[in-house]
């Protein structure tokens, strides 16, 4: 008895241990995250304001050409602190891109805008582009008149709201952007005409109860009839938090970074 006792305790602390180096691990990502993406303020004509992250390349050359990733951030992202775009499930993909194995083969900008708490990325239709989805246009145009970035190879990836976002804002610009990845998304069908021009790679849970998984399998299947290119990847089972899966996914980055307009 006292023995099977003794084992309890110390699987136990074994757990509390376990989870204390999980927790704390978390932190050390996300304190990195704020060292490698410089908070900034991007200012319009009209004097309209977007908070954004930006990662610049280690070693950056102004006289090479360099691919950028825009991402959007999900509605937990929301805000006016310039941070939450790039914590808790958003980190994910934040991490996918900045870290040394990507950066290493694809050195590449990152831009993370935030919205503000109350508006995101897409009406509340889940399909019509909100002001701040103009916003990051203009973002991006600005950033490419700051830096030597290469044209031809814009990428958009967002998860959630952003995966919403990430459709909208290539139907809006549809000669843009060189790719686009959607996780637990959707799109405006009625616009799949300007859809088919950027190939997509879309995901989704099998079991999203937030996103429903038929919004991603809906567009998939018009851009596809329509004779766009739309990759699909569902994960049996899975609910709406599929960001560690997405990442892990071999070919994510030679498809995306192999894209050109």
């Not at 180096?21 to 060292?35: F, I, N, T, W, Y």
């Not at 989805?133 to 990836?157: K, M, N, P, Q, S």
Request: net charge positive; hydrophobic share 40%.
């Amino acid at each position: 008895m006292h023995r099977e006792l003794r084992q309890m305790i110390l699987r136990s602390k074994l757990f509390f241990v376990f989870l204390f180096a999980l927790v704390m691990s978390g932190v050390c990502l996300a304190q990195d995250r704020e060292k490698i993406l410089a908070p900034k303020v991007f200012k319009n004509a009209k004097s309209e304001t977007l908070l954004y992250r930006l990662f610049v390349p280690q070693n950056y050359d102004p006289k090479k050409k360099y691919p950028l990733v825009l991402y959007l951030h999900g509605g937990g992202g929301r805000g006016t602190d310039n941070l939450k775009q790039i914590e808790g499930g958003n980190g994910y993909l934040i991490d996918f891109f900045t870290q040394a194995e990507t950066q290493s083969r694809y050195p590449s900008f990152v831009v993370a805008p935030q919205s503000p708490m109350q508006e995101g990325w897409i009406e509340y239709d889940s399909m019509t582009p909100t002001r701040q989805l103009r916003l990051v246009f203009e973002l991006i145009e600005d950033l490419r008149g700051t830096y030597h970035i290469d044209g031809h190879r814009l990428y958009v990836a967002g998860q959630s709201m952003g995966g919403f976002g990430t459709f909208a804002i290539i139907s809006e610009h549809p000669r843009l952007f060189a790719a686009g990845l959607a996780l637990c998304g959707g799109g405006d069908e009625s616009k799949v005409a300007r859809l088919i021009r950027t190939p997509v790679w879309a995901f989704h849970g099998e079991k999203d109860e937030a996103v429903k998984v038929e919004r991603s399998r809906n567009i998939v299947a018009a851009i596809r009839k329509a004779g766009g290119q739309a990759r699909y990847t569902e994960y049996a089972g899975e609910g709406h938090n599929i960001w560690p899966k997405v990442v892990k996914e071999p070919q994510l980055r030679p498809w995306l970074f192999a894209k050109r307009k």
